[in-house]
């Protein structure tokens, strides 16, 4: 690793930064103003009267054959899992007898 010098010429030369508060802090109330309405606050809720009620439940009709497909997936789904579980079952009856 080699070590550079830099002489004090080649820094910049930090002049006139100063900031003024005031000004900042008007400039940045001006723009929340003026800005999106993601920075305006939030209307604050006001409940309406319960007339209706909160829950209205939703009823899905489905066509006969809709509901024939979906029972065979249903019956499906339970083979492929009850296949499932005899492969693992196998495994550990096979697993058991070659231990013991």
């Known amino acids: ?3 550079m010098y830099y002489k004090t010429s080649n820094f910049i030369q930090h002049t006139g930064n100063v ?5 900042l802090r008007r400039r940045q109330a001006a ?5 999106s309405l993601a920075r305006r606050p939030e209307a604050v809720y ?3 009267e319960a007339e209706e009620p909160g829950f209205r439940p939703v009823v899905l009709t489905m066509s ?5 497909r979906a029972r065979r997936e249903r019956r499906a789904w339970t083979l492929d899992a ?5 492969v693992i079952l196998m495994t550990a009856a096979f697993l ?4 013991l």
């Open 1 to 3: 690793m080699q070590t």
């Open 19 to 23: 900031i003024d508060l005031t000004e």
């Open 31 to 35: 723009a929340v103003q003026r800005d």
């Open 46 to 48: 006001v409940p309406e």
């Open 64 to 68: 006969r054959a809709r509901r024939r």
């Open 82 to 86: 009850y296949a499932s579980v005899a």
């Open 96 to 99: 058991l007898q070659m231990v």
